[in-house]
Structure formats: C-alpha cells, structure tokens
C-alpha cells in the first residue's frame, strides 16, 4: 500500500475519533440536555452517557434542575390608599420541564422579573400601607400562588416567594419613628407609674404587718399583766382565805376581833383619808380603852406618892 494511502486511511481514522470524541456526552446529576434534530426538538438528556449524531443533533440548552434563587431589584409599588413604596422580592423556582422552558417564553428570567413586579403590583394596590406593613406572610402566599400558576407553561415551578424589603418614603419612615418613640415612652410611663403603685402597696403592707405586731404584742403584755395581777389577787385572797380560816378554827373571841378591826382602824388612818367611818362596837371599844389606860395611869401615879 502506498505511503500516502497510509497516510489518509491515518487521517480518517484520526477524525472518525475525534468526531466520535466531540459527540459522546456525559450528562451529570440535576442537569438535562435539550437536543434538537435537523433544526426541530428530538429529546432530553437526562444524566448518564450519551451519544449525539454527527452533524444531525444539537444540544440548544444545557438546563439546570436545582432550586434556583433570583433576587429582583425594588419595583415601586402603590397602596391603597395612595402611599408609593418600594419593594424587592426573592423568588424561589425550579425548573421541571426543560423542553417548556426552552420553547415555551423567550428569556425566561426577565419574563418572571417582570411578572413578579405586575403581580406585586396588584397585591400591593389592595392594601393599604399598615396591612402591607404587617401582612407580608399573606402577600407572599398570593404571590407565590399567582406565579407559579403564570409560570407553569414555562415549565418552571415557584416553590417560595419572599419580600425581601418594604420601603416606605422618608415622611412615611419619620412619622413611624415617631409613632414608636411615642409608644415607647408611653409604655415607660406606665412601667414606672406600675412600679410606684407597686412600691406604695408593699410599703402600706409593711406598715400594716407592724401595726398588727405592735397591736399583737400590746396584746399579748396587756393579757400577760392581767393575768399577773389576777394571779397575784388570786393569791391575795387565798392567803386572806386561809388568815380566816385559821382564824376560824382559832374560834377568837369578840374581844379579839373587835381589837384586830381597831388596828385595822389605826392602819387605814396612818393613810391619807380625811373621814373614817367608825362602828358602834368599835367606838364602846376604844372608849374601854382608854378608861383602862386612865386606870393604870393613876395606879402609877399613887404609887409614886
């Protein structure tokens, strides 16, 4: 075989592999080819090996399977009640159906961006500036609704949607601020008038605990002193019950007694009383005292003579 026969069976050796090279296609995980035939669709690629025709089959879009997250620029929006804001949204999606989303909108980003913004709109324009403010869980239930019905012949599906940012005007902002500042200070007030009351409550309480000791405690001395003195009257009269009991049994007689009520007399005279009262007994008594005293006086006195 001729030299140059060798040589062109070695080129066309060489091509047939680096042809077979150039379309042999190893797709990976969470990706899909879409492949056209003479100009129309012919298949996906999912992952796995594959092997195109030369010069026949082309791959238009390499397709991504994974959860993607776009992060749209702020879209001025108008409520209700005439406040314009602005609001950035971000969009969860995914792509389910390569072939629709290849076919199905022609640049598929700035289709769901400006769909984003439309549907935002017409959210927003229902709701006044407080329910937006406070209501964003609901907005975003809406819209992830609206979108992912909007998207579905594009082949992608809208998993979440998010309001990233709410942008009120800077007059909108200072008259919130203030509103704040205001609730704040209020709630403050009432913390400090709670902790006065508070504090005056627990003083009243103190000082009524002690009243209600000191009361206690006079109490208590009032009622050991009454039953001291009661004790020591007790005893008292259980001595004087047993002086006339003695005395009883003693069997004293009239003389006696009449002789013990004059000390008595004499006693209570030493005293600072201004009257006494005498008995008749006791008088013929001291009169018989005194005529026994005259007697022995002048029985001494003769003596003497």
Same mark, same amino acid.
């Given at each position: 075989?001729?030299?140059?026969?060798?040589?062109?069976?070695?080129?066309?050796?060489?091509?047939?592999?680096?042809?077979?090279?150039?379309?042999?296609?190893?797709?990976?995980?969470? /990706?899909?080819?879409?492949?056209?035939?003479?100009?129309?669709?012919?298949?996906?690629?999912?992952?796995?090996?594959?092997?195109?025709?030369?010069?026949?089959?082309?791959?238009?879009?390499?397709?991504?399977?994974?959860?993607?997250?776009?992060?749209?620029?702020?879209?001025?929006?108008?409520?209700?009640?005439?406040?314009?804001?602005?609001?950035?949204?971000?969009?969860?999606?995914?792509?389910?159906?390569?072939?629709?989303?290849?076919?199905?909108?022609?640049?598929?980003?700035?289709?769901?961006?400006?769909?984003?913004?439309?549907?935002?709109?017409?959210?927003? =324009?229902?709701?006044?500036?407080?329910?937006?403010?406070?209501?964003?869980?609901?907005?975003?239930?809406?819209?992830?609704?609206?979108?992912?019905?909007?998207?579905?012949?594009?082949?992608? /599906?809208?998993?979440?949607?998010?309001?990233?940012?709410?942008?009120?005007?800077?007059?909108?902002?200072?008259?919130?601020?203030?509103?704040?500042?205001?609730?704040?200070?209020?709630?403050?007030?009432?913390?400090?008038?709670? =902790?006065?009351?508070?504090?005056?409550?627990?003083?009243?309480?103190?000082?009524?605990?002690?009243?209600?000791? /000191?009361?206690?405690?006079? #109490?208590?001395?009032?009622?050991?002193?009454?039953?001291?003195?009661?004790?020591?009257?007790?005893?008292?009269?259980?001595?004087?019950?047993?002086?006339?009991?003695?005395?009883?049994?003693?069997?004293?007689?009239?003389?006696?007694? /009449?002789? #013990?009520?004059?000390?008595?007399?004499?006693?209570?005279?030493? =005293?600072?009383?201004?009257?006494?009262?005498?008995?008749?007994?006791?008088?013929?008594?001291?009169?018989?005292?005194?005529?026994?005293?005259?007697?022995?006086?002048?029985?001494?006195?003769?003596?003497?003579?």
């Amino acid at each position: 075989m001729p030299i140059y026969m060798k040589i062109i069976l070695a080129l066309l050796g060489f091509l047939v592999v680096l042809v077979a090279a150039l379309n042999f296609k190893i797709v990976q995980q969470s /990706k899909a080819y879409v492949i056209t035939r003479l100009g129309s669709f012919h298949t996906i690629w999912t992952q796995g090996p594959h092997f195109k025709a030369p010069f026949i089959d082309r791959i238009v879009k390499v397709v991504s399977l994974k959860e993607q997250v776009v992060d749209f620029a702020p879209q001025p929006v108008i409520t209700k009640d005439n406040v314009t804001m602005q609001i950035d949204t971000v969009l969860y999606f995914a792509i389910t159906d390569p072939k629709l989303y290849t076919y199905g909108v022609e640049h598929p980003m700035s289709a769901i961006e400006n769909l984003t913004a439309t549907t935002l709109r017409n959210i927003i =324009g229902e709701l006044e500036l407080d329910q937006t403010l406070t209501s964003r869980d609901i907005i975003n239930s809406k819209m992830r609704a609206l979108l992912d019905e909007a998207t579905d012949p594009w082949g992608i /599906k809208v998993n979440r949607v998010e309001l990233k940012n709410i942008i009120p005007p800077r007059e909108i902002q200072d008259a919130m601020e203030k509103q704040m500042k205001a609730e704040r200070e209020r709630r403050e007030s009432i913390l400090q008038a709670e =902790g006065t009351k508070q504090s005056q409550i627990l003083v009243a309480e103190g000082e009524k605990q002690s009243l209600i000791l /000191k009361a206690e405690a006079a #109490k208590e001395a009032a009622i050991k002193r009454a039953e001291g003195e009661a004790e020591a009257i007790l005893k008292v009269q259980q001595a004087t019950a047993e002086a006339l009991k003695l005395l009883t049994q003693a069997a004293p007689s009239d003389q006696v007694v /009449k002789l #013990k009520a004059l000390e008595a007399f004499q006693k209570a005279a030493d =005293g600072r009383a201004t009257k006494l009262i005498i008995p008749s007994e006791i008088q013929g008594l001291a009169g018989l005292a005194a005529s026994t005293k005259e007697i022995f006086t002048d029985e001494k006195g003769e003596e003497k003579k």
